[in-house]
């Protein structure tokens, strides 16, 4: 055990903190981004004017589970969000269809930025032409390669999540600077291979794993079953279009 008295100022990257404990510990203004929290336990906690954005679930405060709390505000907020939890090929078209309406609303708002404001982050989340990107990548993974088979599927413009580690094959250039006009076009040609797939579900092929592809990628090389993956594909351009619309609109007040 090492003890640290005083931590002030420090930058944890990639570090293993597992089975630590924390006891009298000033965290204020702390920031964290990709952290696995599972099985975390604080008692006698003072938890006040935070910001938390992620996953969760089984997360009990005072004694209440808020996680069913959580969902159900979201889905008052968001009513087509339960569209995006289809269990047959019928409801998968419909959240489809919802998801490239929806985007195309986003893309035609961004389509009146500058294109200069659409590379520009916002509190250190991917720029608006980034989040395409990393849209372009997903599509690559778990459509491409899980479902159709393709072992390196990747468009050199495909952008993984920033904590992927460096994988053969797998590009990873966050200095292209491409028009929005390219990477919207790259866009179009994945969500066509989506719709493909989609449209040609059967009840069968739904309830089917992938087969397994060769080689180094992401996800690793073993059988899916074909729901998942396609429900991976629809959390990421819900939840990817939440973050672009809202970028966009504090990148609104930058221009005022």
């Given at each position: ?113 500058p294109e200069e404001m659409l590379h520009q982050s916002v ?71 989506v719709r493909q797939v989609i449209e040609g579900l059967t ?54």
């Amino acid at each position: 055990m090492t003890d640290f008295e005083d931590l002030r100022g420090s930058r944890f990257d990639r570090v293993d903190l597992s089975d630590a404990r924390f006891h009298v510990v000033h965290l204020n203004d702390a920031q964290f981004r990709a952290v696995d929290l599972t099985g975390v336990e604080m008692r006698g906690v003072d938890l006040v004017d935070v910001t938390i954005q992620g996953e969760i679930e089984n997360l009990t405060i005072n004694g209440v589970d808020v996680a069913p709390l959580i969902d159900a505000e979201l889905n008052r907020r968001h009513p087509l969000r339960l569209k995006m939890r289809p269990t047959d090929p019928a409801g998968f078209l419909e959240a489809w269809e919802i998801l490239e309406r929806l985007w195309g609303e986003t893309v035609e708002r961004a389509q009146r930025f500058p294109e200069e404001m659409l590379h520009q982050s916002v509190d250190g989340e991917w720029s608006f032409i980034e989040t395409l990107r990393h849209l372009v990548f997903a599509t690559d993974s778990w459509i491409r390669r899980a479902i159709l088979g393709d072992p390196s599927p990747w468009d050199p413009l495909a952008l993984p999540w920033d904590e992927m580690p460096d994988t053969p094959g797998v590009p990873r250039d966050r200095d292209a600077r491409p028009s929005l006009d390219t990477v919207l076009e790259l866009r179009r040609d994945r969500t066509a291979i989506v719709r493909q797939v989609i449209e040609g579900l059967t009840d069968a092929s739904l309830d089917a794993d992938t087969e397994p592809v060769e080689g180094p990628g992401w996800p690793e090389s073993r059988s899916y079953p074909v729901r998942t993956c396609l429900r991976v594909i629809l959390n990421e351009e819900w939840e990817h279009r939440l973050y672009a619309e809202r970028d966009l609109a504090s990148l609104e007040t930058r221009d005022r």
